[in-house]
């Protein structure tokens, strides 16, 4: 069973153009430290302020100062040198997926980030929708290669990441539960609707059942914000 109320691992779009150096002749970016320092927020917003593997967002991670600049191709080998400083290379990310990639790139595929097989999906020219899905507990659930690697290796399904993917479906569900209940009890209370008191009630109790859950899903999520 999976959720379609909410948007897992959502399409993203790099912006046009990103901020360069126009004061040096030839190679117009930023270094990498530079930019990270005064720029970073254009490659945050680019990424839904999530992180791109496993698509938290930054404020249940701890905040935008914990998030990294992660080289999507890394650098340190030779045949991605050359971007080390090229913005449309960055992804925003969390400390813990970030350290666990490191600077592994498995693919045997002369161009593509994966071969079918091994390697990462780039959220900006692939739909990871295809590859990832969510259940209804939270649990993530890899629909085709190289998901299986991903997940493996960057620890998606570890209790943290579950626990965020379960708060976000209930509050999901709490949202539109909510926005449906004001409409009905707003109807009664103009002598329209056609809840009796028994049922308004009741209505009420599934509310607080939602809400507890919530509560029960903050509870460990505080104990284990390290993740």
């Given at each position: 069973m999976t959720t379609s109320m909410i948007e897992f691992f959502a399409p993203l779009k790099r912006r046009?153009?990103?901020?360069?150096?126009?004061?040096?002749?030839?190679?117009?970016?930023?270094?990498?430290?530079?930019?990270?320092?005064?720029?970073?927020?254009?490659?945050?917003?680019?990424?839904?302020?999530?992180?791109?593997y496993c698509d938290s967002h930054e404020m249940h991670v701890g905040g935008r100062e914990s998030m990294e600049l992660d080289h999507f191709r890394p650098w340190s080998r030779p045949e991605f040198a050359h971007l080390k400083n090229d913005p449309a290379n960055f992804h925003h990310a969390?400390?813990?997926?970030?350290?666990l990639k490191g600077a592994a790139w498995p693919s045997t595929h002369e161009t593509e980030p994966h071969d079918g097989t091994v390697g990462f999906?780039?959220?900006?020219?692939?739909?990871?929708?295809q590859y990832f899905d969510v259940r209804a507990d939270g649990t993530?659930?890899?629909?085709?290669h190289p998901a299986t690697y991903i997940a493996k290796l960057l620890q998606l399904d570890r209790p943290f990441l579950k626990l965020l993917r379960l708060r976000r479906i209930l509050r999901a569900e709490?949202?539109?539960?909510?926005?449906?209940?004001?409409?009905?009890i707003?109807?009664?209370?103009?002598?329209?609707?056609?809840?009796t008191a028994e049922?308004?009630?009741?209505?009420?109790?599934?509310?607080?059942?939602?809400?507890?859950?919530l509560e029960l899903c903050d509870a460990p999520l505080d104990s284990q914000r390290g993740h």
């Amino acid at each position: 069973m999976t959720t379609s109320m909410i948007e897992f691992f959502a399409p993203l779009k790099r912006r046009a153009a990103y901020t360069v150096n126009r004061t040096k002749k030839g190679d117009k970016f930023y270094s990498y430290e530079y930019f990270r320092e005064h720029f970073r927020d254009e490659i945050a917003e680019d990424c839904a302020c999530r992180c791109v593997y496993c698509d938290s967002h930054e404020m249940h991670v701890g905040g935008r100062e914990s998030m990294e600049l992660d080289h999507f191709r890394p650098w340190s080998r030779p045949e991605f040198a050359h971007l080390k400083n090229d913005p449309a290379n960055f992804h925003h990310a969390c400390g813990r997926c970030n350290r666990l990639k490191g600077a592994a790139w498995p693919s045997t595929h002369e161009t593509e980030p994966h071969d079918g097989t091994v390697g990462f999906v780039d959220p900006f020219t692939d739909d990871r929708r295809q590859y990832f899905d969510v259940r209804a507990d939270g649990t993530l659930v890899c629909k085709k290669h190289p998901a299986t690697y991903i997940a493996k290796l960057l620890q998606l399904d570890r209790p943290f990441l579950k626990l965020l993917r379960l708060r976000r479906i209930l509050r999901a569900e709490l949202s539109a539960y909510t926005e449906t209940m004001h409409l009905k009890i707003k109807a009664v209370a103009a002598g329209e609707g056609s809840l009796t008191a028994e049922q308004v009630a009741a209505e009420w109790l599934k509310f607080r059942e939602y809400q507890q859950l919530l509560e029960l899903c903050d509870a460990p999520l505080d104990s284990q914000r390290g993740h």
